[in-house]
């Protein structure tokens, strides 16, 4: 997707930029910080963090190196930033590319971030599209070490590459004013992931509410095993001796990692709750 900016500019500049600057709304950010600037060039990852090709007045690309130091996503953490000329004539517009896999492979993966304001009120808003999807996420916030498979931080490179984003998550996806503008795992209820509730021998279990099922199974002093797009986490009540007696038997753990299991249980309780 490409913006009008500078053509056949003065100057231009690569930024090689490493740490945790993949799956945390990195691209989007220089995209527009790019075009605010009126520059013209590209970003894209790589398999050693982002790539920044930028040409335009020189005083505009030393405000955006000011800028990804300064405003860079909460929660990227800016290593190392190297810079080195540019010559020729920058394209016409500022574009995210493809990824590319050829650098050294250093890249770090953010952290699984928590639920944003702004997706918290879809959730729960019943004239959304995505009204009680737990699954909704975007740049700001959602899975991201847990499903990552490979490097760079791109959707085939996820779990999340079996599910084909529908029409709609499309455009939020290609739309710069979006904030699920290159939000990698983005889903909704028609093309993303969904709950189901399935009994010990993995069959399934029809029920019109698999969170409410587990919650009745948690308070009947049964464990249920919570898969994510990331992996599974035992649950129980950790306030059920019985039930905390169980885990530990059948995970066959010494007290300190049944202790630390239990303390998950009570974290995924509050969330069930």
């Not at 997707?1 to 231009?12: E, N």
């Not at 770090?108 to 009680?132: K, M, Q, V, Y």
Request: net charge positive.
């Amino acid at each position: 997707m490409s913006t009008s900016g500078a053509c056949g500019s003065s100057a231009g500049r690569r930024l090689r930029i490493a740490g945790v600057v993949q799956g945390v709304g990195f691209r989007p950010f220089v995209h527009r910080v790019a075009r605010e600037e009126k520059l013209a060039g590209s970003v894209r990852n790589d398999a050693g963090g982002v790539v920044v090709e930028a040409w335009g007045e020189s005083e505009a690309l030393a405000r955006l190196r000011r800028r990804i130091e300064s405003e860079a996503p909460t929660a990227a953490q800016i290593r190392e930033l190297r810079e080195e000329p540019l010559g020729g004539a920058g394209p016409s517009g500022f574009a995210i590319l493809g990824s590319a896999s050829d650098a050294e492979r250093c890249v770090s993966i953010a952290a699984d971030l928590a639920p944003c304001d702004a997706c918290l009120a879809e959730l729960r808003d019943t004239s959304n599209r995505r009204f009680g999807y737990v699954f909704t996420n975007c740049t700001a916030c959602g899975p991201r070490y847990t499903i990552a498979q490979d490097v760079p931080w791109d959707r085939d490179n996820t779990t999340m590459a079996p599910f084909t984003m529908c029409d709609a998550c499309r455009r939020e996806y290609q739309d710069p004013a979006d904030r699920r503008f290159h939000a990698q795992p983005n889903a909704c209820p028609v093309c993303g992931q969904r709950l189901a509730w399935l009994g010990a021998a993995g069959e399934p279990i029809e029920t019109e509410d698999a969170i409410e099922a587990a919650s009745r199974a948690l308070a009947a002093g049964r464990i249920v095993a919570l898969r994510g797009l990331g992996g599974f986490h035992l649950v129980c009540d950790a306030t059920n001796s019985e039930a905390v007696k169980r885990l530990r038997e059948r995970k066959r753990a010494p007290r300190r990692e049944a202790e630390a299991a239990v303390r998950l249980a009570l974290q995924a309780r509050k969330i069930v709750e």
